[in-house]
Structures are given as C-alpha cells and as structure tokens.
C-alpha cells in the first residue's frame, strides 16, 4: 500500500449516507495511510452535509467535482430521481478516471436502484453498471472481510429465476475469479468451498439434479484444473465454523445462500468486490440507510475497509 497512490471513492446516492460516509473516511488518518482518497461526487452537497453534520471538509484537491445537481433541491432519506441520475454520474466518472490510470482504484459508496430506475437507468446496480461501462464480460461479486470470503454464482436476480441461470460454466468462471484474486492478495493456493442449491445438497437427486449434473461436474473440472475445491457441500452446513478454518473462499450459488452467512458474521466492515473487471472496484456492504441520512450517525466503517480492499488490490 502506498499513500500516493490515488483511490476514487464515488458518493453514491446523494440522498442516503453516501456523502457522510465519504466526508468520514476522508477524516480517519488511517485512509490517509493507505492512498490519497479522491471523492468523485458533489462539491456542494459536500459542503452542505459538512456544515449541517459539523463534519471537515475535505481540500479541494481530494474531490473531482461532479456537479450534476442543484445541491438545494435534494431531500436526505427520499427517493429522488435527480439522486439516481447523480449517482451514475459519480460512477461513470470513476470508471472513466480508471481505466485512464488517472486513479488506481474505485471504492464505491451506496446508490439507490429505485432512484437509478426512476432516473431511467434500467440496471439493477453498481455491478451491472461496472460491467457495461468496462466492456467486461465475465465478472463475478466477492464479498471480502477477515471472517469469510464467498463469491457468487448468481447475483440480483429473483430466487425463481436461480436455477436456469447456474451452469457449470458460470460456477468455473466464479471459481476461477475468486482464485486469482485470492492469488493477487498473497493466497498462492486457495482452497475452496462450492455450496450446493438444494436442501442438504439435492441428497442425491431426490431433491433436485443441479448438484449432480451441474455443481459436481463444475467442482471436478475445477480440480482437473489444479484448484483446491470440495463440494457440492450443504449449504446449511458449509458455513460452520470447522468448515470456515478449512476453506480460503466459498462459491454460493445465489445471493442470500452467501449473504446470510457473510453478513451474520460481518455486517459493519464486510465489502464488496467486483472480479472480472480490467479495473479495481470495491463497495460497502450496506445500503443508502435513508432513515439516518444526513443526521450525522453513519458508520464509515465498511467504506474505510472498502478502500483497504482496494489499496491491497491496486498494490
């Protein structure tokens, strides 16, 4: 980690915590260890937040200015489309300051994906948003803290919809993601840990084929290939805690199959990881917190771990 290095962090939704969050970890001497941060956002909703929270503004040298709005109009804690525009516009600036080289990393603040909708942005998130906007085309979400680390197979899609969307060739993609970031953060040879869909892992096939001719196939290449991987586990006991000291990473094959666990363990400092991207993206864990917007009472906690995530990465 060097502290010249610079580390975008976008403001996310103006209306949420987003603002305070950034106004914080800007403030925490331990950021200014790790990078010199850039918030990609508002000047003014900034300065607004600063006086009404009696927080430090932060020099102009550390905000790309982003001014998409009339700081006045914004109401803290409500859906706004204006906020979803702006929000996009945080994003897409760092994006484009990322794959310039002008920053060596993104760490991201919340949006809100019914202020994106209302503002006419039809993606369901920052993950979506990362990949169209970096051309990239296997990407995987990586949910990182000191306790856990999984990855999924599927993301923000209707559990109805879970099944049809998990192949073998999805599952290797997350698999193979997950390793080479592992790699990237000193692990030379992870070992994982693939959950499998159905109750107590289909129980051969009386539950469900996907473990058979799906997961089983995925965990078996991936050990053909020379990657550590045990599976299909159950999933409602893959997350143990003698399981968790025998594995580096797990694969989850929907959203809440790994967010459950990862959040009971690590909801204050868990982040979120995009892999597959040709830029470092990494995100709080939590959401814009509409209902304790703008009261001065935000953690930053998972945003200042979000940019250690990232400084590690771009190191």
Same mark, same amino acid.
């Given at each position: 980690?060097?502290?010249?290095?610079?580390?975008?962090?976008?403001?996310?939704?103006?209306?949420?915590?987003?603002?305070?969050?950034?106004?914080?970890?800007?403030?925490?001497?331990?950021?200014?260890?790790?990078?010199?941060?850039?918030?990609?956002?508002?000047?003014?909703?900034?300065?607004?937040?600063?006086?009404?929270?009696?927080?430090?503004?932060?020099?102009?040298?550390?905000?790309?200015?982003?001014?998409?709005?009339?700081?006045?109009?914004?109401?803290?804690?409500?859906?706004?489309?204006?906020?979803?525009?702006?929000?996009?516009?945080?994003?897409?600036?760092?994006?484009?300051?990322?794959?310039?080289?002008?920053?060596?990393?993104?760490?991201?603040?919340?949006?809100?994906?019914?202020?994106?909708?209302?503002?006419?942005?039809?993606?369901?998130? /920052?993950?979506?948003?990362? +990949? *169209? $906007? &970096?051309? @990239?085309?296997?990407?995987?979400?990586?949910?990182?803290?000191?306790? #856990? %680390?999984?990855?999924?197979?599927?993301?923000?899609?209707?559990?109805?919809?879970?099944?049809?969307?998990?192949?073998?060739? /999805?599952?290797?993609?997350? +698999? *193979? $993601? &997950?390793? @080479?970031?592992?790699?990237?953060?000193?692990?030379?040879?992870?070992? #994982? %840990?693939?959950?499998?869909?159905?109750?107590?892992?289909?129980?051969?096939?009386?539950?469900?084929?996907?473990?058979?001719?799906?997961?089983?196939?995925?965990?078996?290449?991936?050990?053909?290939?020379?990657?550590?991987?045990?599976?299909?586990?159950?999933?409602?006991?893959?997350?143990?805690?003698?399981?968790?000291?025998?594995?580096?990473?797990?694969?989850?094959?929907?959203?809440?199959?790994?967010?459950?666990?990862?959040?009971?363990?690590?909801?204050?400092?868990?982040?979120?990881?995009?892999?597959?991207?040709?830029?470092?993206?990494?995100?709080?864990?939590?959401?814009?917190?509409?209902?304790?917007?703008?009261?001065?009472?935000?953690?930053?906690?998972?945003?200042?771990?979000?940019?250690?995530?990232?400084?590690?990465?771009?190191?």
């Amino acid at each position: 980690m060097n502290p010249a290095t610079p580390i975008a962090i976008t403001m996310g939704d103006p209306a949420g915590i987003g603002p305070e969050l950034c106004l914080r970890a800007l403030a925490a001497p331990e950021v200014r260890k790790l990078c010199t941060p850039i918030i990609f956002g508002d000047t003014g909703v900034l300065r607004r937040l600063s006086e009404r929270c009696n927080l430090p503004m932060p020099a102009p040298s550390n905000i790309h200015d982003c001014t998409t709005l009339d700081t006045a109009t914004i109401t803290p804690g409500k859906i706004q489309a204006a906020c979803g525009r702006a929000a996009y516009t945080y994003i897409e600036s760092a994006i484009k300051a990322a794959l310039a080289g002008r920053v060596a990393a993104i760490a991201t603040a919340p949006l809100h994906k019914e202020a994106l909708h209302r503002a006419g942005i039809r993606h369901p998130g /920052h993950t979506d948003i990362l +990949a *169209e $906007l &970096t051309g @990239a085309t296997r990407i995987c979400m990586m949910l990182a803290a000191e306790e #856990l %680390i999984v990855s999924l197979v599927t993301i923000h899609v209707g559990l109805a919809q879970v099944p049809n969307l998990i192949t073998t060739a /999805h599952i290797l993609d997350a +698999a *193979e $993601l &997950t390793v @080479a970031a592992l790699r990237k953060l000193g692990r030379p040879d992870p070992r #994982l %840990i693939v959950c499998g869909l159905n109750p107590h892992a289909g129980e051969g096939g009386l539950f469900g084929r996907e473990e058979i001719e799906i997961i089983a196939p995925a965990v078996a290449e991936l050990r053909r290939r020379g990657i550590h991987a045990e599976g299909p586990l159950p999933p409602d006991t893959a997350f143990v805690p003698e399981r968790r000291k025998q594995a580096d990473a797990y694969i989850a094959m929907y959203h809440d199959q790994g967010l459950i666990p990862f959040k009971m363990l690590a909801f204050e400092h868990g982040v979120n990881i995009t892999l597959g991207l040709p830029i470092v993206r990494t995100s709080v864990d939590h959401g814009t917190a509409f209902d304790i917007a703008w009261q001065g009472r935000a953690s930053p906690a998972s945003l200042i771990e979000a940019i250690r995530w990232a400084a590690r990465l771009a190191g």
